[in-house]
């Protein structure tokens, strides 16, 4: 199948962490990512993992990839007001090219 | 630095005009996409474009074109805009130098009001 889920809203304090997730239903695809889109802006790739690699640390981010249940989850420590957008899980179409996105989560952080 | 602009930010047109979309990318990039972005929806692939005058539906192609004339330019046109068609379009490009990777580079959107 083609289709990738995410939950649509997530609400967090200001210095706690967050947890997006995000399930895919084909198991083949290659390399698997994480997009944030600012309000009024286009998507900028924050991170991605291959389809090889459990955990991928990059500063404040840790993407976690579970194979067998086909789960993403993107976690942010130590949440600002400046995390505050849409976060896009997305994930390669064999080897076209092609990415299919989710629905998008929107994070919303509380001072 | 990679660019991806797009002509317009903000667009109203009436129903049934016909609509020019244009993106434009400076790295030389082979391949690109236009997205449709709806909330609750994510993005969904209209049409993509491998190399110039090459083009390939995507997943929701009904009531647009595009052209690919150069290299650079990718233009999405709606033949007869309906309201259904209100919606933000977003255009991406991606080498395919890249060949481990398919990240694709996105422009800032044209939030485009059909009424």
């Known amino acids: 199948g083609e289709d990738v889920e995410q939950s649509l809203f997530l609400s967090v304090r200001e210095g706690d962490s967050s947890v997006i997730n995000c399930t895919y239903t084909d198991s083949s695809s290659t390399y698997l990512y994480w997009y944030k889109q600012e309000p009024g802006a286009g998507l900028q790739l924050l991170t991605y993992i291959f389809s090889n690699m459990d955990m991928k640390q990059d500063q404040r981010l840790t993407v976690l990839l579970n194979k067998k249940d086909k789960h993403l989850s993107l976690r942010i420590a130590d949440t600002q007001t400046g995390d505050s957008a849409i976060y896009f899980c997305a994930r390669t179409s064999s080897n076209t090219g092609k990415l299919i996105f989710g629905q998008g989560t929107t994070l919303q952080v509380k001072p | 630095d990679v660019k991806v602009t797009q002509s317009s930010r903000y667009l109203v047109k009436r129903t049934g005009e016909k609509v020019f979309l244009e993106c434009v990318q400076d790295m030389d990039h082979e391949n690109m996409f236009w997205y449709r972005q709806d909330p609750g929806l994510g993005l969904r692939l209209i049409y993509f474009s491998y190399d110039v005058k090459m083009k390939e539906k995507g997943d929701i192609p009904e009531g647009y074109s595009v052209s690919r004339e150069k290299k650079e330019r990718f233009s999405l046109i709606l033949e007869s805009a309906s309201t259904n068609q209100t919606s933000m379009y977003l255009c991406?490009?991606?080498?395919?130098?890249?060949?481990?990777?398919?990240?694709?580079?996105f422009g800032p959107g044209t939030r485009l009001t059909v009424t």
């Open positions: 991406a490009s991606r080498g395919v130098v890249a060949v481990y990777s398919y990240e694709q580079y």
